[in-house]
């Protein structure tokens, strides 16, 4: 018979669920007792999608903290590559299951105490559920409708259609727009950054410097200040309407780089209650409103998301508490 019942279930197949269930494992949990659930069909699929070859994960991500916490050992700087067979390492040495095209529509309280996880429309249950889905799986859009025609040559990341040439607008203020200038330009394309803000601001510093570089450099052309309006299908081209002053521009493709967006509703449906900003309660080590549902990963941090070190230490908290949630219903069920 297929087992329904879990200890725990971590809804992410990413860092976080990974790191989740080695902290569990070292904290006595048999691994037998956790399940991760990825909704791609590859490890890590949102590192494999919206990383470039060329784009290194990095510990010191956005000056965010470099020393772990708990079990896992300092994570190194590594490319893309090098990153999904780390990962992989790591679920072959605890030998967790890891399933694979495994997406959650939801995740829902029992009346009973335990957590309903539906998954590829089959209701699991667990005593607890980690959610740490990242902002990377939901990309933002632009409020402007797109043309359907072109959702070949409008993108959100720089993998699922190789870009090798061609004239490219990116539009965004981020890392991730800079790294993907950087290496448009190393493609040999004509590129152009767009940007509303007057600062990048949000950049790290050696980012910040290659843009200014390249547009010394006269590879790149940086519109800070810039605004789109609307994007229009020009015989099979999007031409970009600008804000302002700025003139109508045909372009091969345009590459949004606009950061995540919190899945609300989704955690809305478990219960999770939202502060004034929009953002999930929670308490230190993760824990919700809920009994059971904690969240962790980029969820834990911020808006703007976390780095790998950071979802390590926030998966130790966590895995800690989920311990003492464990125990606290062992002993309650005894008496």
């Known amino acids: 018979m297929e087992r329904t019942h879990y200890r725990v279930i971590a809804v992410g197949g990413g860092p976080a669920g990974i790191s989740l269930a080695v902290e569990c494992i070292e904290m006595g949990i048999p691994k037998e007792d956790i399940l991760v659930l990825e909704k791609g069909e590859v490890v ?27 079990h ?30 495994s997406e959650v529509f939801k995740v829902v309280p029992r009346s009973d105490g335990l957590v309903s996880v539906w998954v590829n429309q089959k209701e699991l249950t667990a005593d607890c559920v980690a959610i740490g889905i990242g902002i990377l799986g939901r990309p933002n859009k632009p409020e402007y409708k797109l043309p359907i025609k072109l959702r070949d040559q409008i993108l959100f990341d720089l993998t699922s259609i190789p870009v090798k040439s061609g004239k490219i607008l990116v539009v965004g203020g981020g890392d991730t727009s800079s790294e993907y200038c950087q290496i448009l330009v190393q493609e040999n394309c004509q590129v152009s950054l767009c940007y509303r803000g007057t600062e990048f601001h949000r950049m790290m510093d050696v980012n910040r410097t290659a843009v200014e570089k390249l547009e010394q450099c006269k590879q790149l052309r940086v519109l ?11 015989g099979g081209k999007p ?62 941090v911020s808006k703007t998301g976390g780095s790998i070190i950071t979802a390590y230490n926030s998966c130790y908290r966590t895995a800690k508490k989920i311990c003492e949630h464990l125990a606290a219903r062992k002993s309650s069920r005894a008496l």
């Open 44 to 70: 890590i699929k949102a590192i494999q999608q919206f990383y470039p070859d060329k784009k290194m994960t990095l510990a010191n991500y956005k000056s965010l903290p470099t020393e772990t916490s708990g």
């Open 72 to 101: 896992i050992p300092k994570f190194p700087d590594l490319t893309k590559q090098e990153t999904v067979v780390y990962f992989q390492e790591i679920i072959d040495r605890y030998q967790f299951d890891y399933r694979l095209n």
């Open 224 to 234: 800070k200040g810039t605004d789109i309006t609307t994007i229009e299908d020009a």
């Open 239 to 300: 031409k970009v309407i600008f804000k302002g002053d700025l003139p109508p521009e045909e372009f091969d493709r345009v590459i949004f780089s606009i950061g995540g967006t919190t899945p609300v509703n989704f955690l809305k449906t478990a219960g999770i209650e939202f502060d004034e900003k929009s953002w999930p309660k929670m308490g230190a080590e993760g824990q919700t409103n809920v009994p059971g549902v904690y969240l962790t990963g980029d969820l834990a």
